[in-house]
């Protein structure tokens, strides 16, 4: 017996049917079934030219929960000529990785093909990827990969190049509520034989709330049949609203959602628009971000891109910061919004920001210069013999707090960093900076 006659067989329908969740159930079987992702699999499309082949080669599908990662390497497991393994990364290890692996080099001697499907394969570490490389190479497997995770953060550059990336994307909101009136209405495989109507409205209403997550979304209907069941057999507004308890928010503290999230806050505060950084915000909170790094970040946008324009908006966001500590939430929470409004509708400045980028790249890029003698303290009479403070004129006793000596190395005098703008507090700082360029100017021309 092989290694493939050894797994589990998959149940015949009937009984799937009869113990099976409502959303594997309704489970599309083939390309035609499949809602969503045509820009994948619609006709002439590279995924579906791929599959008609039967030449996937292998493969990384890369999409949020619930849009049909694994349903498409199902599909592509009835179409193909090949065996079809499928483990989780979360329950396999590399044993059963190196046991697969043997048997489908057996069964390449045989003229015969693996397909390997592994969900979740962001959760395998290195040394788990590494063990598919060798097979894959040598085209001894095709492997089919899901994540919901970036590929390029996640998955082993060398592995990655071996393998085509596809995108699924959510499915979008009249989608979801058709699959559900279907299931509704089917008899086979969804709850037709309970003859339960739903309001459209009731329906949508469960599809806006699923954030593109099919799965998600035939969860919510299960349980709204449930309820429906123990009333009029109908399933309105109430009843929906019933059973969503609360919306799925696509959302990982550590993942790219997460800094997709906090890349849409930033820079919704530095284009000027109060109600798009307030959205973002709350779409932070509501998934359960922690607040004390919003807070952090908030304060770093207020150094950023706002800086020396309106200097006060830092004491304003460290404020924010310690009102939330003291509060909590949910009172804390305004304070930090109070601080995304004012930072949206400060003048904005990034002029401190670029100019410390260019000193860091000075120092990185340039000889490090000695300090100027005049520029150094001579605490002992041998440093002043050495010539330690000479030259050094006090700018307090000199007409305008201004003297005319340079601060800067020799080999970068001249050199300009800080270029205030004419926004805001900084318009003034310019003013500042072109007195005392006259000032010293004069003095040079006496």
């Not at 959303?23 to 008609?52: F, N, T």
């Not at 890349?263 to 971000?289: I, Q, T």
């Amino acid at each position: 017996m092989s290694l493939f006659e050894s797994l589990p067989q998959p149940l015949s329908k009937g009984l799937r049917n009869a113990v099976a969740p409502l959303a594997e159930r309704m489970r599309p079987r083939s390309i035609e079934e499949l809602s969503g992702q045509q820009h994948l699999v619609g006709p002439g499309k590279p995924l579906r030219v791929q599959i008609d082949r039967d030449d996937t080669g292998s493969m990384i599908f890369w999409g949020p929960p619930g849009v049909g990662k694994t349903t498409l390497a199902k599909i592509i497991a009835e179409t193909t000529k090949a065996n079809f393994v499928e483990f989780s990364a979360v329950t396999s290890g590399i044993k059963e990785i190196k046991e697969v692996m043997a048997a489908a080099a057996k069964a390449s001697e045989m003229h015969s093909r693996t397909i390997l499907f592994v969900d979740e394969i962001h959760r395998f570490n290195k040394a788990q990827q590494d063990a598919f490389l060798p097979y894959v190479e040598r085209g001894t497997i095709r492997l089919i990969g899901a994540t919901t995770e970036n590929p390029s953060f996640e998955i082993i550059s060398a592995l990655l190049s071996r393998c085509r990336v596809y995108v699924l994307e959510p499915l979008s909101e009249p989608q979801i509520a058709g699959l559900l009136r279907k299931a509704l209405e089917e008899r086979e495989c969804g709850l037709g034989n309970l003859e339960i109507t739903a309001d459209d409205e009731a329906l949508d209403l469960m599809a806006s709330y699923s954030s593109g997550d099919c799965r998600s979304a035939y969860n919510t209907l299960e349980v709204a049949a449930q309820l429906a069941m123990e009333g009029t057999k109908h399933i309105d507004k109430e009843v929906a609203t019933t059973a969503v308890q609360q919306r799925v928010l696509m959302y990982d503290k550590s993942g790219e959602e997460h800094y997709n999230l906090i890349s849409a806050l930033h820079k919704s505060v530095r284009n000027s628009d109060p109600d798009a950084a307030l959205y973002w915000l709350a779409r932070m909170f509501a998934s359960g971000e922690d607040p004390l790094y919003l807070a952090r970040r908030i304060v770093r946008m207020a150094v950023e891109d706002i800086g020396l324009a309106a200097p006060e908006a830092l004491n304003l966001c460290l404020s924010a910061r310690d009102t939330y500590e003291f509060l909590g939430s949910p009172e804390g929470d305004l304070a930090l919004a109070e601080a995304v409004v004012y930072l949206c509708l400060a003048p904005k400045s990034n002029a401190v920001y670029t100019a410390w980028g260019a000193v860091h790249s000075e120092v990185e890029n340039t000889r490090q210069e000695p300090v100027p003698l005049h520029l150094r303290n001579a605490p002992t009479r041998l440093m002043k013999d050495l010539g330690y403070s000479e030259g050094y004129r006090y700018a307090h006793d000199e007409e305008g707090k201004v003297a005319d000596m340079d601060c800067l190395p020799d080999s970068l005098r001249g050199r300009s960093y800080y270029k205030p703008t004419q926004e805001g507090r900084e318009k003034l700082l310019a003013q500042r900076m072109d007195e005392i360029r006259r000032i010293r100017q004069g003095k040079r021309n006496t």
